[in-house]
């Protein structure tokens, strides 16, 4: 078997993707288009390591694929000319916003958050939506703001862990450096999205041929490495992490 996790993995799935011969789009491509159709989402959140997300956008731009990168606003993540660069290949730039989170729960702060740092983020890149960052450590689920507001309360299109219309999706996600693994996944999914577990990308990828739904496929690009000491590296930050989400799950459940 192939390791998992590599950008030569990632290839392998964009070339899959590419075979079904489904429109690609991105978010605000999708939300903007007049008719449901049977198309493939791909959504990056960028949680650590900006410089994956940029690798993983020069490789899609090289296969003629557009996606949508939701970037952090913490300083490690938030740097203006890799965004600037990765909205310069095509690609779709989102807010990946954990406001409620930062806040400890206090929505008027998390309001106000929220827009001060969607305004950062729009003076590199034309915003259009938004996707909550999981932030599992946390008692606080981000999308909690929108009890309080909508999106277009910011000029957004939608969030769109939350809305992606009435049309069902199947989603995907690479969490839990699984993909859709429900044990240790506590908040990365789509509300009113359906899904199917697959454990390898290498499953995935034979999977696609015969699914016959439109479909978000969500990576962390930091996940993404090729064979060396980055690759090992977060594969022991990844497992570290499905240890402490598992205690979390378990106290939670309490």
């Not at 993707?17 to 791909?42: D, E």
């Not at 990365?188 to 999205?193: E, K, Q, T």
């Not at 999977?207 to 594969?235: A, K």
Request: glycine share 4%.
């Amino acid at each position: 078997m192939k390791r998992d996790f590599t950008l030569s993995q990632y290839r392998a799935l964009c070339e899959a993707i590419l075979a079904k011969n489904w429109p690609i789009l991105t978010f605000t491509q999708y939300l903007s288009a007049s008719s449901a159709q049977c198309v493939i989402l791909l959504r990056h959140d960028v949680d650590r390591w900006p410089n994956n997300a940029l690798a993983m956008a020069k490789l899609e731009h090289d296969l003629g694929i557009c996606s949508t990168y939701y970037f952090r606003a913490t300083s490690h993540v938030f740097r203006p000319e890799i965004i600037t660069a990765i909205a310069s290949l095509g690609h779709e730039i989102g807010y990946h916003y954990e406001t409620i989170s930062t806040t400890k729960g206090n929505v008027e702060k998390a309001r106000d958050l929220f827009a001060s740092e969607l305004s950062r983020l729009r003076a590199h890149a034309d915003v259009k939506t938004a996707c909550m960052h999981g932030s599992p450590l946390s008692a606080h689920d981000n999308r909690i703001l929108w009890q309080h507001c909508t999106p277009r309360d910011f000029g957004l299109l939608a969030e769109v862990s939350m809305d992606l219309g009435t049309t069902p999706f199947l989603y995907f996600t690479d969490t839990g450096r699984s993909w859709n693994s429900r044990g240790t996944n506590l908040r990365d999914y789509c509300i009113g999205a359906r899904s199917i577990d697959v454990s390898t990308t290498e499953e995935l990828i034979d999977l696609l041929p015969s699914l016959n739904m439109p479909m978000v496929i969500q990576t962390h690009p930091e996940r993404w490495n090729q064979p060396g000491h980055r690759f090992w590296l977060y594969w022991l930050i990844d497992h570290a992490a499905l240890a402490a989400k598992f205690i979390l799950r378990t106290f939670r459940k309490r």
